[in-house]
């Protein structure tokens, strides 16, 4: 790779001589002349630069300032299972690592829509096309190991998802709890019967 820089005199000699160039971009510097002669030095960097910008547009989406949804959360699921002890037993699919990771994994999932996040259908498993999907917070919340799921007309919800149903609070809930009253009596049982308003659950 040659170099871009125009030998423009001598600054000084010692103990380096060191000169000033102009780079082919127009920015002056001035460097030990070794270094331009042995190719340590051979741009102002400019080529540097060059260099970042061209691997950061390869597939149109990681501008620093303008990074696209898909390609934020995909490097957020990636920075996650690498320094989060809470995502150390997950793994990131082969599909959607290394330099071709991000264009496999927008191929997969499509941008992402707004005012959604990326969600692993089932937190015991990794990050892949079959178990990922984009949903909205309120999926998001209800879809964490920390959730609690109750059984209603035979079904399990979240807690969060009941408890909104029902129209009560969260505070509520936990107090008729340490009354030694039920979850469940503790969700469904309307905060005051002589009002014709109820919470009727689920749908």
């Not at 102002?44 to 061209?54: F, I, N, Q, T, W």
């Not at 264009?103 to 096309?129: V, W």
């Not at 009941?162 to 009560?168: M, R």
Request: charge should be positive; hydrophobic fraction near 30%.
């Amino acid at each position: 790779m040659g170099t871009r820089l125009k030998y423009l005199g001598d600054v000084e000699d010692l103990p380096l001589r060191i000169c000033n160039f102009r780079c082919e971009c127009g920015v002056e510097i001035t460097k030990p002349l070794a270094w331009v002669r042995h190719g340590n030095t051979t741009s102002c960097g400019c080529r540097k630069r060059e260099l970042v910008a061209s691997k950061n547009f390869k597939h149109g989406n990681a501008e620093r300032e303008n990074a696209s949804g898909a390609y934020r959360s995909w490097q957020a699921m990636n920075q996650r299972v690498v320094v989060n002890p809470l995502y150390q037993d997950r793994e990131v699919c082969v599909r959607w690592q290394g330099e071709s990771g991000f264009k496999h994994f927008l191929e997969d999932m499509g941008e992402r829509p707004p005012q959604m996040s990326l969600d692993s259908r089932n937190n015991e498993k990794g990050y892949s096309p079959s178990n990922c999907r984009w949903a909205t917070s309120i999926q998001q919340a209800n879809n964490t190991r920390s959730n609690v799921f109750v059984m209603y007309n035979g079904k399990l919800y979240p807690q969060a998802e009941l408890i909104n149903a029902f129209g009560i609070t969260h505070g509520l809930v936990k107090n008729r709890m340490r009354c030694g009253i039920s979850r469940l009596a503790a969700i469904t049982t309307p905060v005051n019967r002589s009002k014709s308003h109820k919470g009727t659950g689920p749908k």
